[in-house]
């Protein structure tokens, strides 16, 4: 390995490091939050799930190396993106079908 | 036969083969997870508010779990630029603390789900009941180390109450005893969605520390081989493992926080 290769990967570990660092936090400030009463208990699924999605983007664009990926790897994940947000939809869309209060145990 | 495009690119696809077929199995494992969130999304929406309980289980061991699991993507992701900067003992001690690190996972796991099969909510005859962990039984009696209750509602937010109430050791009579369930997936559909997404999670992890640990152990002799292609190997068992870790980052807080 040239002198170059070797500055190449020791950025990318500094870079994983820094990553780690914001994950702990990440995890941290999600506890912390989840004690903090924002006014209703939506809102404050809506805080955890936001700061859940920025962990796991983190852990995905660096982690899994897709800041830098090939287009076949962003198609994959764009056809389950697709389908994975239809399936959130049809899930949302049928709460108004859903008869209240009868989960009771 | 050698396997094609394991270590060159494909040109069709300017990736090598096990690349492809890793985030193929990715993208079906999203749409498994995503089917069970969407159960419980369902479920959760049409549970009567005050009897889906919170505060079931131990926060602080709960994010020490989330740590330990992103402890180990870091190892994991430090082990393959070991193997990028050529530098193979590095390797071996970044995938073994990985190994190590989904080793406490389990057991830590473990530790929870015993947690909850050792819980236990007593109905008895004279409309009380009585929430605890079982310290022993026998035909005559049973005895729990936990606390009384006038209502069921009491037993569901538990966040609410903190440490407020006092655990004691009661002695139970079995003739004193109508029904005695413990706090399974048979308990309540909070618990039932918690056991299924934990131990699907669980048996992910379990895979994947097991595939970590042949390419730790027996596997990393095709380093000395072709060592561009166990490299490949390694980000390949990675890719898998940090898809476990981001299962997780939305698992902790829906199950233990919300």
């Known amino acids: ?105 | 036969m050698d396997i094609p495009y394991t270590v060159e690119a494909r040109p069709d696809t300017g990736l090598y083969n096990a690349k492809v077929g890793i985030w193929l199995f990715l993208a079906s494992e999203v749409m498994l997870f995503g089917a069970l969130f969407s159960a419980y999304i369902l479920l959760r929406v049409g549970a009567t508010g005050d009897l889906w309980p919170h505060g079931w289980l131990n926060i602080p061991i709960g994010t020490f779990n989330t740590l330990v699991l992103i402890t180990s993507s870091i190892t994991t992701v430090m082990a393959w630029a070991s193997l990028k900067m050529n530098q193979f003992g590095r390797f071996k001690f970044f995938h073994a603390c990985t190994i190590l690190l989904s080793l406490a996972f389990v057991c830590v796991k473990s530790y929870e789900y015993h947690d909850k099969f050792t819980h236990y909510e007593i109905h008895l005859t004279d409309g009380r009941i009585a929430d605890g962990h079982l310290v022993k039984s026998t035909p005559e009696q049973v005895i729990i180390h936990g606390r009384f209750v006038e209502d069921r509602k009491e037993l569901f937010d538990l966040r609410a109450q903190g440490a407020s109430h006092t655990h004691e050791e009661i002695t139970l009579p079995r003739a004193q005893i109508k029904t005695m369930e413990n706090y399974g997936p048979w308990h309540h559909t909070y618990l039932a969605v918690y056991f299924t997404l934990t131990g699907l999670h669980a048996l992910h992890v379990i895979g994947g520390a097991l595939v970590i640990g042949f390419l730790w152990g027996p596997g990393s002799k095709l380093w000395r081989q072709d060592p561009d292609r166990f490299t490949n190997r390694v980000e390949i068992s990675g890719l898998f493992w940090h898809f476990v870790d981001l299962v997780w980052i939305f698992l902790f807080p829906v199950l233990y926080l919300l």
Not at chain 1, 10 to 29: C, D, E, K, N, S
Not at chain 1, 33 to 38: G, K, M, Q, T
Not at chain 1, 54 to 67: E, P, Q, R
Request: glycine share 8%; with cysteine.
């Open chain 1, 1 to 105: 390995m040239n002198h170059e290769e070797a500055e190449h990967f020791a950025q990318h570990v500094r870079r994983y490091l820094y990553v780690f660092y914001a994950l702990l936090f990440g995890t941290l400030i999600t506890v912390g939050a989840s004690y903090i009463p924002f006014g209703n208990r939506e809102l404050n699924i809506g805080v955890a799930l936001l700061i859940a999605l920025g962990k796991a983007s983190l852990v995905g664009c660096y982690f899994m190396h897709l800041v830098s990926e090939r287009k076949m790897i962003y198609g994959i994940l764009g056809v389950t993106a697709f389908f994975f947000l239809g399936l959130m939809f049809l899930t949302i869309a049928s709460f108004s079908d859903l008869p209240r209060n009868s989960v009771t145990h």
